[in-house]
């Protein structure tokens, strides 16, 4: 592959650049969730890694899926206060192998939009880690993804 990796959140067209073969780092948040799993699940040559900010998602119904994710998987979750249930999305990551599960604390929720500092460097880092993996393993972009200031905001 030589063109560089198409960064998108779900509502910014995620499913059809996966559609067209255009590498694309996914994000999703809340509900959204689900459908950008089956679409990682569905094209792991296509998907380059998976983001779920909040997740909202039906462990119970779709765990099946949820071993079917191969592509790196990063489930970031607010922590509004101590006593946040953060039961779903650490199950969530728990429950696929390349998942990284973070916590932002002290953020009201939707994390993306209420830590938006914090969101984008743990994105941004994380994509780095993704595509240098892709590296190694022969899969890698050419040229890597360039880590442009406001692609994660």
């Not at 039961?87 to 969530?92: A, G, N, V």
């Amino acid at each position: 592959m030589s063109a560089v990796a198409a960064v998108r959140w779900w509502d910014d067209d995620a499913q059809m650049a996966v559609a067209a073969a255009v590498p694309t780092h996914v994000f999703a948040a809340g509900t959204d969730a689900h459908a950008a799993i089956e679409l990682a699940v569905a094209h792991p040559e296509t998907v380059l890694s998976l983001i779920l900010a909040d997740p909202t998602f039906d462990i119970e119904q779709h765990a099946y899926l949820l071993a079917s994710v191969t592509v790196p998987t990063l489930v970031i979750a607010s922590a509004p206060e101590p006593t946040t249930d953060l039961t779903i999305p650490q199950r969530l990551a728990g429950d696929i192998e390349n998942a990284v599960f973070v916590v932002i604390d002290d953020s009201a929720n939707p994390v993306h939009t209420c830590k938006r500092e914090s969101f984008h460097e743990w994105t941004s880092s994380f994509v780095t880690i993704a595509e240098g993996l892709a590296l190694r393993s022969g899969t890698a972009l050419t040229p890597p993804t360039p880590l442009a200031e406001g692609a994660f905001r």
